[in-house]
């Protein structure tokens, strides 16, 4: 059984709850208590730990933790994929700024 800790996190609109895997550092966050503890039990977790905290600390964390890919070639794809999602909705963009340009008379540099 993996072991994760349990956090109480003081929000900027209230309490709210975290577990944190110790073994994959996969942080999550649940409105209540309960249902933090139930995602911990269906993910097999067992807590070893309680710690309270507040909201900038766990951004903190969640930064802190490196991005992994389970599988580099689909990583490259999905980076990919969305490179070019962006530049079309670049193009788009353009396109539309150019076409406003000559409907108003103005100058677009």
Do not use: C
């Amino acid at each position: 059984m993996a072991q994760a800790t349990f956090y109480t996190v003081n929000g900027p609109r209230g309490e709210y709850y975290a577990v944190r895997n110790h073994d994959t550092e996969k942080i999550w966050t649940e409105r209540t208590e309960s249902a933090a503890q139930q995602q911990a039990r269906d993910e097999g977790l067992e807590f070893v730990g309680h710690e309270t905290i507040d909201h900038v600390r766990l951004l903190d964390m969640m930064i802190a933790v490196p991005f992994t890919p389970t599988s580099a070639p689909v990583a490259a794809v999905e980076r990919g994929r969305m490179n070019l999602q962006i530049e079309s909705g670049l193009s788009r963009f353009f396109r539309r700024l150019r076409g406003s340009s000559k409907e108003t008379g103005r100058e677009v540099k």
